[in-house]
Structure formats: structure tokens, C-alpha cells
Nanobody
Framework: QVQLVESGGGLVQPGGSLRLSCAAS????????MGWYRQAPGKQRELVAA???????DYADSVKGRFTISGDNAKNTVFLQMNSLKPEDTAVYYC???????????????WGQGTQVTVSS
């Protein structure tokens, strides 16, 4: 079973930066979208940023202008550069790969185990 492995989380002061990385443990074909989600205590998991196989990106309003997602479909890797971090960015961050399957099957999702990001002085 292919797994997604995240790294790069940690403790950072407000205004600081972190770079999250996510790589698949094996080869995943037909990835349509790679993304990052986050879940803060007591809140639902939310989409932070996503990049399609065609290179289109989408960001949550709360991170626009501060976060940048990039991905390499062939290498099955995705990154999230986070700048100007705020305390409200504190959460567990999860990477996600979504791949297409046959026309009559729903897409398949792969999830990482999560990496903690804490923004605090």
C-alpha cells in the first residue's frame, strides 16, 4: 500500500516561515490533484491549497499571498511554502493525492499521517 510521508512541520514564531514536503512511498499514477489540508483542534479539516496535474492552483482565502503550493506529478511530491505565519495557522497539516480511476469509479484519495505546525511566540 502506497503511503504519503510528510515532513517539515514544527514550531515557528509569528511572521516566520516553514516548508512542508510530502512524498509518496511508491509510484502513484493518474494523479489529478495534489493538495494540503489542515485541521485545528475542535475544527473541521479544511483545504489549504491544491494544485492540479495541469498546474492550476487554488488557495483558501486565509492563506492567499502567504502560502505557495508546488508539485511534481512525475515524482509524486508536493510542497507547501508557508510565509508570514500567524498563530491561527496552527494545525495538523495533511497532504492529499487524488487519482482518477475508471469512468464508473470514484477517485481514490491518499492521505499523509499529518505534521504539526505550531505558530507561537
Amino acid at each position: 500500500q502506497v503511503q504519503l510521508v510528510e515532513s517539515g512541520g514544527g514550531l515557528v514564531q509569528p511572521g516566520g516561515s516553514l516548508r512542508l514536503s510530502c512524498a509518496a512511498s511508491g509510484r502513484i499514477f493518474s494523479i489529478n490533484v495534489m493538495g494540503w489540508y489542515r485541521q485545528a483542534p475542535g475544527k473541521q479539516r479544511e483545504l489549504v491549497a491544491a494544485v492540479t496535474s495541469g498546474g492550476n492552483t487554488d488557495y483558501a482565502d486565509s492563506v492567499k499571498g502567504r502560502f505557495t503550493i508546488s508539485g511534481d506529478n512525475a515524482k509524486n511530491t508536493v510542497f507547501l511554502q508557508m510565509n508570514s505565519l500567524k498563530p491561527e495557522d496552527t494545525a495538523v497539516y495533511y497532504c492529499n493525492f487524488r487519482r482518477s480511476r475508471s469512468w464508473n469509479q470514484p477517485p481514490q484519495d491518499y492521505w499523509g499521517q499529518g505534521t504539526q505546525v505550531t505558530v507561537s511566540s
